[in-house]
């Protein structure tokens, strides 16, 4: 059963593909004319800063990368996916085991470690692009939806899915 982690983590999911895809972010550009621009620019640069790469990859392919990570983990883990034994033996993964004895805490962490820090990679490329967060006001809605929604999104995996009460005499098999 979903428990109450899933409302923020289904909601951080709607805002962050919302605010990549449906809201402007720079100006009258949405996120795929920045996109376009950035490459433009690198593939016309003779000399790129740690700081243009940076954002170079992050436009490129390091947005979605981190928006998967920080966004579908921890809604299916807050619907409860992993709920039956076959589930955690087939999906349970590094912590297949502490799921299996019925401990949450392990995999609370991981996915929230996960998506902390697609959150902050999220920022600090936001940081970089807006020369050390100098233009920060020249950002539209879209990096700003999509900074809420990872942080929602961490929030559904820190409180994660409902777990059943453990009748006395309970033991793990």
């Not at 550009?29 to 000399?47: L, W």
């Not at 790129?48 to 998967?68: E, M, N, P």
């Amino acid at each position: 059963m979903p428990g109450w982690g899933a409302i923020p983590a289904v909601l951080g999911v709607l805002l962050a593909v919302l605010g990549l895809f449906a809201f402007k972010w720079a100006g009258d550009a949405a996120f795929g004319d920045v996109s376009a621009a950035v490459r433009e620019a690198a593939r016309n640069a003779t000399d790129l800063t740690a700081s243009d790469r940076w954002v170079k990859v992050y436009l490129g392919q390091g947005v979605f990368i981190a928006l998967a990570l920080a966004a579908i983990p921890p809604a299916l883990w807050s619907l409860g996916t992993l709920r039956s034994r076959e589930s955690i033996k087939s999906r349970g993964g590094l912590t297949k085991k502490s799921l299996s004895e019925g401990r949450t805490g392990p995999t609370r962490i991981m996915l929230s470690a996960i998506a902390g820090l697609c959150l902050l990679y999220h920022v600090v490329t936001l940081l970089i692009m807006t020369d050390g967060g100098r233009h920060l006001g020249s950002l539209g809605p879209g990096p700003w939806l999509l900074v809420v929604g990872t942080a929602l999104s961490v929030a559904g995996a820190a409180i994660g899915p409902r777990v059943p009460p453990r009748h006395p005499g309970w033991r793990p098999r």
